[in-house]
C-alpha cells in the first residue's frame, strides 16, 4: 500500500511539474505571436521626442535634473524634478524589435550610485493597456492596444533569454549634455536614439 502511495505521489508530482512547465511554454509562445503580429500591424513609424531633460548641475556626490516625459505630439505626460545621489546620470530604454519594426519605451532613470534601481518611468505613461507615449485617446483601439502590449513586452521580457533577439536596453548618460540647457531624445523606427541640445 505505502508502495503505491508514493509512487502516486512521484506521478501526481511529475504530471503536475509538467503541467506547469507546458503552461509557461504556452504562455511565452502566446506572448511571442501577439507581439509579433502586435508590431506588424505598425510598421512605418515616425521619430518621436519623448523625452526631454535640463541638468540644472553636478556637485560632488549629487545631480539635479529636471527630466520630463511626452506624447508623439510633445505634450508633457509627466515632469520629475529632484536631484539624485552620484555624480552620473543615465536612461534606459527597453527595445522591442520584430522584423522592421522597433519601438524604445523610457525604462529607468538612475546614477551610477544606484544602477539596477532608480525610478521606474512606466508607470508614468503606461496606464491600463494605454502607451501615452506612441498613442493618444483618438487613435484606433487596436493600435493602442499594440503599443501597449509592445510596452509591457520591451518592459518585462528584456532578461528573458528566450526573447534576446527581441528585445534590448539602449542607454543614455544623460550627465554627458551641457548643464544649464534643454536636450530633447529622439527615439527612430530604426532603433537609434539621439539627443538634441
Known amino acids: 500500500m505505502r508502495n503505491w502511495f508514493a509512487k502516486s505521489i512521484v506521478i501526481f508530482s511529475s504530471l503536475l511539474l509538467f ?3 507546458l503552461g509557461i511554454g504556452v504562455a511565452f509562445v502566446f506572448q511571442f505571436y501577439t507581439c509579433s503580429a502586435a508590431a506588424a500591424r505598425l510598421v512605418d513609424q515616425s521619430p518621436i521626442s519623448p523625452v526631454q531633460f535640463y541638468i540644472y548641475g553636478t556637485s560632488p556626490g549629487t545631480v539635479s535634473c529636471r527630466f520630463g516625459l511626452y506624447d508623439k505630439f510633445g505634450r508633457e505626460i509627466a515632469m520629475i524634478e529632484r536631484s539624485w545621489n552620484g555624480t552620473e546620470l543615465y536612461l534606459d530604454f527597453a527595445k522591442a524589435q520584430f522584423g522592421d519594426t522597433i519601438l524604445l519605451f523610457p525604462l529607468r532613470l538612475y546614477t ?3 544602477r539596477g534601481n532608480g525610478i521606474e518611468l512606466s ?3 503606461l496606464k491600463e493597456n494605454f502607451c501615452q ?3 493618444t485617446l483618438g487613435d484606433d483601439e487596436q493600435q493602442k492596444r499594440d503599443f501597449a502590449r509592445l510596452c509591457a513586452f520591451a518592459k518585462t521580457s528584456g532578461k528573458n533569454p ?3 533577439n527581441y528585445t534590448g536596453i539602449a542607454t543614455v548618460r ?4 551641457k548643464t544649464g540647457k534643454t ?3 529622439f527615439t527612430a523606427p530604426n532603433g537609434n536614439v539621439l539627443v538634441l541640445q
Open 123 to 125: 508607470h508614468y505613461y
Open 162 to 164: 528566450f526573447f534576446v
Open 174 to 177: 544623460l550627465t554627458g549634455y
Open 112 to 114: 551610477d550610485e544606484s
Open 183 to 185: 536636450a530633447t531624445i
Open 19 to 21: 503541467s506547469v512547465l
Open 133 to 135: 507615449i506612441y498613442s
